[in-house]
């Protein structure tokens, strides 16, 4: 018998740190929210990365989730953005590590494969389709809030549910094989 279960998005960014909430109950994903912190008003990367930590720590003690899924950072050529982007994802581990609740880390390709069956998806692909898995009404200014939700329904898929094991070529494969999570 699956108990519920809540599970913590990030998507850790120095501008912009996304995240999103989903509630797991009797194996169904239900959506609680998904926000942004704003970073870029900031000058002091310390400070930066203290908000981070801080917010994430907020969100652990308002939600208790289970586990915490992040967005590992992708290997760019500027080697400076990789160091504050890696920091920027140690802070939010560490948040969630110091409350003793799992971390797990996705690659961005990953996360796009689970959610659209493409792991070249665009941002607003991935949007899109967690809009329709999850019904919330309207999509963020930002993306970077579907990208935190999006590595929580990644874990969800990936965590035993039996959704990792199906393979989609694309959405058409999507809505075939899952008839019941389509909503209009």
Same mark, same amino acid.
């Given at each position: ?63 208790n989730p289970d586990e915490i899924a992040l967005e590992a950072p992708f290997f760019g050529k500027n080697v ?7 920091? *920027? =994802? ?60 999006? *590595? *929580? ?9 039996? =959704? ?12 075939? =094989? ?7």
């Amino acid at each position: 018998m699956m108990h519920e279960k809540i599970i913590l998005g990030i998507d850790p960014g120095t501008t912009i740190m996304g995240f999103g909430l989903i509630k797991i109950v009797k194996g169904e994903m239900e959506f609680i929210q998904l926000n942004e912190l704003i970073l870029s008003k900031y000058d002091n990367h310390y400070l930066k990365l203290k908000h981070i930590f801080n917010r994430t720590i907020e969100l652990i003690d308002s939600y208790n989730p289970d586990e915490i899924a992040l967005e590992a950072p992708f290997f760019g050529k500027n080697v400076q953005s990789m160091l504050k982007l890696g920091r *920027a =994802q140690g802070v939010a581990m560490a948040a969630g590590l110091s409350r003793d609740i799992p971390v797990t880390e996705y690659s961005p390709k990953k996360i796009k494969m689970s959610i659209t069956g493409n792991g070249n998806a665009s941002k607003e692909q991935v949007a899109k389709m967690l809009q329709s898995l999850l019904g919330f009404k309207t999509l963020p200014k930002n993306l970077d809030s579907t990208d935190g939700l999006a *590595a *929580a329904v990644c874990h969800f898929f990936n965590s035993g549910s039996g =959704q990792s094991d199906k393979k989609y070529t694309g959405w058409g494969a999507f809505v075939s =094989q899952n008839p019941g999570k389509i909503k209009s």
